[in-house]
């Protein structure tokens, strides 16, 4: 907002007939120093007049701090009031995660058993002896799902189990069929294995591979299965056993998951409850904002309209914020008691979002208020003293304007 200070007429400035007799000007030496009087009394009121113009612009930039923490905790959909947490008695056997907006609910998740994909598991080979793969064109198939594909991998004469076992795990990658390949090492002995992993968890991930020219696959070890792919088997709230392809299974409409990790014998507690601690830090930030904005108000004292101060005052001082933890100081800022807050979050909160975010809550009332300054003239906010002031140093900048200049004479300025 840029500050424009308007002239109330409280003394009338000079007008094009005025009589320069007026003035009483009998030396150029004594007007010369009547001038220089004039003109040092005149920039000490456009200084006053400067200061409360960076006073009230410093106070409406905080009120639009203030107001944008406020808005913050008023959104519908992502304030922190809407974040949640999700916590597990037993996080060894399974996990949760919450997304914003989730009920507040425990859960109890036993798990039977949690899917798996399929492994294949070959054998491990001395990594420096020459590949035990046939050499040429080595052609297999991998199907899953239904669809098979062919891959295929080229052995030189001179290649190791270690370079042949690398072209074979690339070609496996580069074809995308839902099986990736790895290769892993001994740690004892540094030998290598391939190893074919289907890339979901499930029964229908179940995969095959076989040789159709050379013997990759055979000579390798991984025609065969080590592990085989399977359903999740559990049961939440005690209910019927259900079975998933995934581990990850749903709690509350996407809103809440439960990651099974490993069978339990007995039920696992998933709760799910309001972030707290991302509460009060949004809280926390909305209490710094309104203190620097009171900081800016005692800054222009002497040139604001005491009303400004009173009327923000006004809003944060009631027996409900005190009770959830947010007090008002002797000298009118706030203070946050976060552990307070942190048990009226705990005993009742929807009555803490309410008294803070809701309707007429705390974060309304001050957004709205800082709104208001957004649409008044910045003059509207000095005091009588202000613009007192400001009317003085229009008039004397008028006079100034009127005054004679010294050049080979008195010559009278030109509008004039």
């Known amino acids: 907002m840029t500050l424009s200070i308007n002239s109330f007429n409280l003394m009338n400035p000079i007008s094009r007939t005025t009589s320069l007799s007026n003035y009483s000007f009998n030396s150029p030496g004594e007007n010369t120093s009547l001038f220089s009087k004039f003109v040092s009394k005149s920039n000490v009121y456009e200084q006053y007049i400067k200061t409360a113009a960076n006073g009230v612009a410093n106070f409406l930039k905080s009120a639009q ?13 992502h304030s922190s009031f809407q974040a949640r947490t999700a916590e597990s ?22 798990v039977n058993a ?10 491990f080979l001395s990594k420096a002896d020459t590949s035990v793969v046939s050499k040429g064109t080595n052609q297999f198939d991998i199907t ?28 496996v990658n580069a074809a995308k069929t839902g099986v990736t390949a790895s290769i892993v090492t001994d740690d004892q002995t540094g030998k290598k294995k391939l190893e074919l992993s289907s890339d979901k ?17 055979s000579a390798t070890g991984v025609n065969h299965a080590t592990q085989l792919a399977s359903n999740a088997f559990y049961s939440v709230n005690g209910g019927a056993t259900q079975t998933s392809k995934s581990n990850t299974i749903d709690l509350e409409k996407g809103k809440a998951t439960a990651t099974l990790i490993a069978p339990s014998t007995e039920a696992v507690k998933i709760q799910i409850k309001p972030d707290e601690d991302k509460v009060i830090a949004q809280v926390k930030d909305l209490v710094t904002d309104y203190n620097a904005m009171h900081d800016r108000l005692k800054e222009a004292g002497g ?32 203070k946050l008691d976060e552990e307070q807050l942190k048990k009226s979050l705990s005993a009742n909160f929807e009555q803490t979002t309410k008294a803070i975010s809701g309707s007429y809550g705390l974060a309304d009332r001050l957004s709205t208020a800082a709104e208001r300054y957004n649409d008044v003239k910045a003059s509207s906010l000095l005091n009588a003293k ?12 008028s006079m100034q304007m009127a005054m ?13």
């Open 201 to 217: 968890t499930g029964a229908d991930q179940v995969f095959e591979v076989e040789d159709v020219t050379g013997n990759a696959m």
């Open 144 to 171: 899953i799902g239904g669809k098979t594909t062919k891959v295929s991998a080229v052995i030189s004469d001179k290649d190791t189990n270690d370079q042949a076992l690398t072209k074979l795990k690339d070609a």
């Open 404 to 416: 004679p200049t010294l050049a080979s004479g008195w010559i009278v300025n030109s509008l004039y």
């Open 65 to 77: 701090d203030m107001q944008a923490s406020a808005q913050k905790l008023m959104q519908k959909d």
């Open 114 to 123: 949690v899917a798996t994909s399929q492994t294949n598991s070959g054998s």
């Open 303 to 334: 040139v604001m309209d005491s009303s400004v101060r009173k009327s923000m005052e006004s809003l944060v001082s009631s027996s409900t914020y005190e009770r959830i933890g947010i007090h008002r100081n002797g000298d009118g800022t706030l």
């Open 89 to 110: 008695s037993d996080r060894m056997k399974v996990t949760a995660a919450a997304s914003a907006g989730a009920a507040s609910q425990t859960y109890e998740v036993k």
């Open 386 to 397: 202000a613009r007192q002031v400001q009317q003085f140093a229009m008039y004397q900048s």
